[in-house]
């Protein structure tokens, strides 16, 4: 009469509650994964960032021109530079060290080991994540350039970039 089959117990019900449990969970992750996919930011194109191969780029040695190896070492393709032919690129600031340099040094966010602007200037090319300017991309200059330039080319840019007050070249030197 009060066989294990006739009696209503517990453990059943409690399974029943679990699976209703499990379903709601799985509903409202449901709902959650479609919010996500129809959400504005994922349908943003993500923006057109050149790459440069590291072992397609030459050592630049510092010996070519400033022109020359401004272009040779791909800097004219993201950023701005006054007096350098071809160097109109857009992803990252315009380089008028001579001017951003000082602010980027007393930037409370500045976390850097640069006491001078040609100081910065050489940090920001041989390690860029040491200081994102603000409003641009992190993760996007390259990271090898250390490897890429002597010595003597990074010394050559940051005396130019030094000298570039704002959007006219540096006087001819
Ligand atoms: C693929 C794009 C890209 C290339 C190539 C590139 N940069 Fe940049 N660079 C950026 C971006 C983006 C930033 C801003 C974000 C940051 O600070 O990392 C930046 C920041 C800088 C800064 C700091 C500027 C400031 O106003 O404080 C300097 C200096 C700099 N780059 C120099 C160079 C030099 C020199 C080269 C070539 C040897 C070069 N970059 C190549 C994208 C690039």
Redesign the pocket.
Known sequence: MLGPTSSPSVPPSNQKNKAVAALVAGFVLLVALAGIQNSPTSSLVPPV????DPNMMPL?TGEESIQEL?VR???????Q?PGIAGAN?K???????GK??PS?LTDPQYRGQAQTVRE??VE??VS??T???PG???????TW?GRK?SAGALNK?ASY?EQVMGESPPEAR
């Open positions: 960032v050149p790459r440069i630049v401004f070492a791909g800097c004219t393709v993201c950023h530079i690129g992803v990252g600031p315009p380089l008028w060290l951003t340099g980027r910065y200037i920001s090319i860029p994540g200081y994102v300017v641009f991309p992190p993760d996007t200059m390259p350039y330039l840019i970039l």
